[in-house]
Structures are given as C-alpha cells and as structure tokens.
C-alpha cells in the first residue's frame, strides 16, 4: 500500500499541477474519476493483468475512452499505462483529491467514537480541529463500540486517539516496560 502511495503521488502531484496550471482541476476530477471507474471494472482488470504490451493495451484503453476523456487526459492515462502502472490509477487519484482539499485548504478527519456523537460535540471537535490544522475541517464520523469510550481521530498521518482502548494500550505498555528493568 505504501509502495503504490508512494509511485502515485509523482502522478497524482503532474496531473494536479497541470489541472491547476490550466484552470480546470474540477475537470480532472471527473476525468480521474471515469478512468479510474474504467479501470477498476473486472473485465478490464483482466486485461491489464494479462502479458500485453502497452501499446496494446493503451489502445484498447482509448477505444473505451474516446469520447469520455479529452486528449490531455487521454495521454496522461497513457504515460501510466505505458510505466505499467495503470493498476494504481485509484491510489493516484487518490493522491490528487488530497492535493486538492490541501489546495482549497480543506482537511478531512475520520472521527471513531464507541458511540453517534451529538452535533455539540462535533461542533466542538471541529472548532478544535479548525485551529489547530488552521484550516477547514470536514468530519467523516464511524462508529467502533471496540474503543471504549472517548475518540479518536485521524487527519491524514496524524492520529489523535483519545480513546480508553489506546488509554489502556499505553498503560499496558508502561507497566510491561517498569516489569522489564
């Protein structure tokens, strides 16, 4: 997983410099967004996952595409294609929408609680958030009766946990740690 994040981030990072550079990054959206629904379908998954050459598959990649995707896209599909890496189109479109929210100033935060929070409580997690990150937070809330109680939340590599399960990790830790001196 980290593999793909890492070979997709270069492409991602292009495909969102030239979406910014020409003033159409909504377009690209839409644009990643079909060719990486495309890709993930099973027939074409099959495909890409017999010995072809990517010419081959680039052009029957762009049979499919012809009237989805503009030429600019379609050569960007094709440069990934042709580093055979048309496998990772979800994972860079998934870096690209994270470049965007960044570019809008826009971050998302999981929120796991054992229990729904109530729009207070959001609210203040959210006020909380927004100063800290400085910036606009969207909260996607789950719930996971495992924690206990408290929260925990996650911001992209940041991780605050809150929560009595990680309360109880910690301590675990610390007593295993004094046992062992």
């Not at 967004?33 to 890709?39: G, I, K, N, P």
Request: glycine share 4%; hydrophobic share 45%.
């Amino acid at each position: 997983m980290f593999a793909d994040i890492t070979i997709a981030r270069p492409y991602a990072r292009a495909a969102f410099n030239f979406a910014i550079e020409q003033q159409n990054v909504d377009y690209w959206k839409k644009m990643l967004t079909v060719a990486t629904l495309v890709s993930c379908d099973e027939k074409i998954k099959h495909l890409i996952k017999r010995p072809i050459s990517p010419a081959l598959l680039s052009e029957r990649l762009m049979t499919i595409f012809d009237s989805q995707l503009d030429y600019k896209t379609k050569n960007f599909i094709k440069v990934i294609i042709y580093n055979r890496r048309l496998s990772i189109l979800p994972t860079i479109l998934d870096q690209f929408m994270k470049l965007c929210a960044m570019h809008e100033n826009v971050i998302k935060v999981e929120v796991i609680s054992s229990i729904t929070l109530n729009q207070n409580q959001l609210t203040e997690i959210k006020i909380v958030l927004e100063t800290r990150f400085s910036c606009h937070v969207k909260l996607h809330c789950k719930i996971d009766p495992s924690i206990i109680a408290g929260v925990i939340l996650k911001a992209g590599d940041t991780i605050i946990d809150g929560s009595i399960r990680g309360r109880i990790k910690q301590l675990t830790g610390a007593i295993l740690s004094q046992g062992s001196k």
